[in-house]
C-alpha cells in the first residue's frame, strides 16, 4: 500500500523493490487513483507487480498544518479505508505492507476486523514535529494497535517507536536500497567552476534555504556553482518559487535548479560537495548513501540517519544542525581544500560495499513478511 505516486523517497525506494525480479515474494500495489502511475510507472508492464487503483487522490499533508486540515487529512484516510475494503480482497493476502505513516493509517483502518498481517514501514520518524500533533495522535491509537511489525528506515527512525510501541512489537531496521551503482574509483567532475549540490526534492525541511543562504555567506558564488537536483512534490510549488526568488534577493549569480533527473548517478558524478541539511532530523538521508556509493565528499547535519553512515572527517563531515554559520564555513573549508576532499571520496568508496541494494533490501523484507505470516497464525 502507497497513499501517493510522487516521485518522493519512499515512493522510489519501493519501486526499487519491486523492481528487483529476485525479491522472492509476489507483490500487488495498491495505489490511489491518479492521472499517471508516477514514481511506480512501469511496474505492472516488466511483471514486477500488479498495480490496484484504490479510491481517491491524497491531498499532501503538512507536519506544520493547521488542526482543520490534519482532521480532513484523517476524513480522507477513512473514505479511503472504505475504498480499500471495497476494491481489495484483504484477505487472500498472506500479509499487507503499507509504504508509508499516511498510507498505514488507512490500511489499518480497513483491517479492522481481519487477522491478515500488517508490516508498517517507518520511512519518516514518528514525531509531532514529522507527522503533526493530530497525526501522531492517530498513528499511536490507530496504527500502533494493528501492525505486527514495523520496518524503519534507521536506528534514529526505530527510536521514535521503541519506548512506546509495546513489548509485544517487533522494530526491524531496513535502511533503503541506494538505487545506483557503487563507483570503483574516485572520479572529480569535469566542470569548469567546482560544483556544490544537493540531490533532494524541494522541500522546506530539506534545507534548500539554509544552503542558499550558507552559500552566499561562503563568498563562494564567484568561484563555485550552485546545484539543486530535484522539484517540488507533495503540493509545495510555493516553496520552490520561494526558492528561485531568493536566488534574486541573496544576489547570487551562480546558482541552478535543474529539476528532477531520472540519472541520479549522473547527477551526483557532475558534483564535486555533496550536502544534506534538512532542517528537522533526516530519518535516513537517502541522497547520503547515494553520495557515499559515487564515492563523493559530503557535507551533513550532525542527526538523524546519516549519522549512522557518516564518521566525521573520516567519510564527511558532520556539522551543527540549522547552524547556517557552521555550514558557510564547511562548504569554505571542503572548497578550499581538494586534499580533504580527496580523502574523504577515498574513504567514501571503502564503505560503500555495505550500502543497501534492492537485493539486500527485498530478501530483508522477506523475512520480516515470514515472521509476521509465524506471529499472526501461532
Given amino acids: ?21 529476485e525479491r522472492g515474494w509476489i507483490a500487488d500495489l495498491a495505489i490511489p487513483c491518479a492521472d499517471s502511475d508516477g514514481a511506480f510507472a512501469g511496474i505492472d508492464s516488466v511483471g514486477s507487480a500488479r498495480i490496484i487503483r484504490v479510491g481517491a487522490p491524497q491531498a499532501p499533508a503538512s507536519s506544520s498544518g493547521p488542526v482543520m486540515r490534519a482532521i480532513r487529512v484523517f ?34 483502518l480497513a483491517l479492522i476486523g481481519t487477522k491478515v498481517p500488517l508490516v508498517v514501514h517507518l520511512r519518516d520518524q514518528v514525531t509531532a514535529e514529522a507527522l503533526g500533533a493530530v497525526g501522531l495522535l492517530a498513528f499511536r491509537a490507530v496504527v500502533m494497535r494493528r501492525a505486527h511489525f514495523l520496518i524503519a528506515n534507521s536506528q534514529a527512525t526505530a527510536s521514535t517507536v521503541v519506548g512506546w510501541a509495546g513489548r509485544d512489537r517487533r522494530v526491524t531496521v531496513i535502511p533503503s536500497p541506494i538505487g545506483i551503482r557503487v563507483a570503483d574509483e574516485v572520479r572529480e567532475s569535469s566542470n569548469e567552476l567546482l560544483t556544490i549540490g544537493m540531490v533532494a526534492r524541494l522541500s522546506k525541511w530539506k534545507g534548500q534555504e539554509l544552503l542558499l543562504e550558507a552559500f552566499r555567506r561562503s563568498g563562494l558564488d564567484k568561484r563555485a556553482k550552485l546545484v539543486f537536483y530535484g522539484d517540488a512534490a507533495f503540493g509545495e510549488d510555493q516553496y520552490a ?30 558534483l564535486d560537495i555533496c550536502v544534506q541539511y534538512s532542517e528537522r532530523p533526516e530519518p535516513l538521508g537517502q541522497n547520503i548513501l547515494q553520495y557515499l556509493a559515487r564515492g563523493k565528499p559530503v ?39 581538494a586534499q580533504l576532499r580527496q ?7 571503502t564503505v560503500s560495499s555495505s550500502l543497501p541494494t534492492a537485493a539486500s533490501v527485498s530478501s530483508e523484507m522477506a523475512q520480516v513478511f515470514r515472521s509476521a505470516i509465524r506471529v499472526e497464525r501461532n
Fill in 1 to 21: 500500500m502507497d497513499h501517493s505516486v510522487e516521485a518522493g523517497g519512499a515512493e522510489l525506494a519501493l519501486a526499487r523493490v519491486l523492481e528487483n525480479e
Fill in 75 to 108: 476524513a480522507a484516510a477513512l473514505r479511503q479505508a472504505r475504498a480499500l475494503r471495497a476494491t481489495v480482497a484483504v484477505d487472500e493476502y498472506d500479509v499487507i505492507h503499507a509504504n508509508s505513516s499516511r498510507s498505514a493509517l488507512y490500511t489499518a
Fill in 241 to 270: 518559487r520561494r526558492l528561485f526568488a531568493l536566488v534574486g534577493e541573496l544576489r547570487l549569480e551562480n546558482v541552478e535548479f535543474a529539476g528532477f533527473v531520472s540519472d541520479i548517478e549522473a547527477a551526483i558524478d557532475s
Fill in 299 to 337: 557535507i551533513a547535519a550532525a542527526e538523524g540517519g546519516p549519522v549512522e553512515w557518516i564518521v566525521n572527517d573520516v567519510t564527511g563531515l558532520l556539522i551543527e544542525p540549522r547552524n547556517i554559520n557552521a555550514l558557510a564555513e564547511a562548504l569554505t573549508r571542503m572548497s578550499h581544500d
Fill in 343 to 349: 580523502r574523504l571520496s577515498e574513504a567514501a568508496i
